[in-house]
Each structure stands twice: as C-alpha cells, then as structure tokens.
C-alpha cells in the first residue's frame, strides 16, 4: 500500500473541496480507509472512515452533514467529498488504511498505513 492524498487547495468558507486518496500499490480494497487532519497547534483528529466495501462510514462530529466518504475500489482511490467548509476545517488532510473495517476509527494506531497529507486551507 503506498497511499496519496490530492485535492486540497485554498477555499473561501462555504465552499467545497474533494481529496482523493491514491493507492499506488493497488491492494487498497483490502482496507477500509481512514481520514485525519491536523491543524496548527491542535491534535490529530479522525474525521472519517469507509469500510472496505464502502457499506459502512463514519464521520466525526465536527464534519457530520458536511462531509461524504466514499470510495472506487477498481481504482484503488477514496474520496472525501467536503462542502460548506469553515476556517476551522484548516489543516493538513492524511488518509491512512487499516484492516479492522473502521474499528476505533478516530484511533490513529489502528491504521497501518499513511499517505503524505494535503493542505486544505478556508479562508474567512
């Protein structure tokens, strides 16, 4: 597995981004998928998670109804789909994959693996 995040950019609030996360490994349908952020100062945060078919997701509260996770696994990528994005969604975005289908998805060492992150700055 050797992951990529793309996508990000500078936004003004209320707007939308999509990342994609890349597995240029080709075996990412054997994980579910995990994404995190990490804003200047703050801790890491688990923001969401799909399972390996993409049946089941998860989303942390701070993004629930802003956020959709999904996922092709014929081309091993997964997406996070943002939209009425605020200054406080500012930091690095990090996919990461895991084999416990979203077990303790908030839980950065239940992922095995980690993709380089992608900055997604929201202007005021």
């Known amino acids: 597995v050797q992951l990529q995040a793309y996508g990000g950019g500078l936004v003004q609030a209320g707007g939308s981004l999509r990342l994609s996360c890349v597995d240029s490994?080709?075996?990412?349908?054997?994980?579910?998928v995990g994404w995190f952020r990490r804003a200047p100062g703050k801790e890491r945060e688990g923001v969401s998670c799909?399972?390996?078919?993409?049946?089941?997701?998860y989303y942390a509260d701070s993004v629930k109804g802003r956020v959709t996770v999904s996922r092709d696994n014929a081309k091993y990528t997964a997406y996070l789909q943002m939209n009425s994005l605020k200054p406080e969604d500012t930091a690095v975005y990090y996919c990461a994959s895991q084999d416990f289908e979203c077990g303790n998805y908030w839980y950065a060492a239940t992922y095995y693996y980690w993709g380089l992150g992608t900055q997604v700055t929201v202007s005021s």
């Open positions: 799909i399972s390996t078919s993409g049946g089941t997701t």
């Open positions: 490994g080709g075996s990412l349908d054997y994980y579910a």
